[in-house]
């Protein structure tokens, strides 16, 4: 039971994070280099890690004490469902892809840091993503549950980043088909949906 809840939060967080966007083209670009990657990665992850540990033992306690829980799960599950729409709608309309021209020039560690930084703490997105989203999935939780719940969706962060900025030199040449993103966000629409019924059903 405990892995239905790990395996929850897993697909969750990683379709909330398979989207074209400035932090994951910052991170294939970085891996292309192959300068910092061990220190953009390690940014991002545990970034994310702390954001979700947040979202789902602060936020999602609050909201559970509070006795609402069902209003943010109704919240997430809205949202989801009009995320996997405007992923399927993409899908259906095509992409551009993503423009895998590495940087041509050297860059400090300190301002690698302090982009991956922003990037990541300044990013709106984040917030709506670990905080709400991913707090509401594991709001109507047990303490256990919501332990394996966390602990699977950081884990698809860490995966995910990892893979993106070491694995970038091999797939850069699908991720700048538009046909991958066609795919990639089919995907995320139907696992979207996966995860909204879940929530709902509890």
Known sequence: MLLAHAMTGFALSLSLILAIGAQNAFVLRQGLSGKHVLLVCSICSISDAILIILGVFVVGELVSQSGNTSILEIAAVTFLVAYALTRFRSAFAGSNGLDMKSPDHSESTFKIFALTMGFTWLNPHVYLDTLLL?????AGL???????????????????????????????????????????DTGVGITMLLVATSIWLG
Do not use: C, N, Y
């Open 142 to 184: 047990e303490a256990e549950q919501r332990v394996a719940f966390a602990v699977g969706a950081a884990l698809a962060s860490f995966v995910f980043f990892f893979s993106l900025g070491f694995g970038a030199r091999s797939i850069s040449h699908r991720v700048s088909d538009p046909r991958t993103w066609r795919w990639i």
């Open 134 to 138: 991913i707090g509401g999935g594991a």
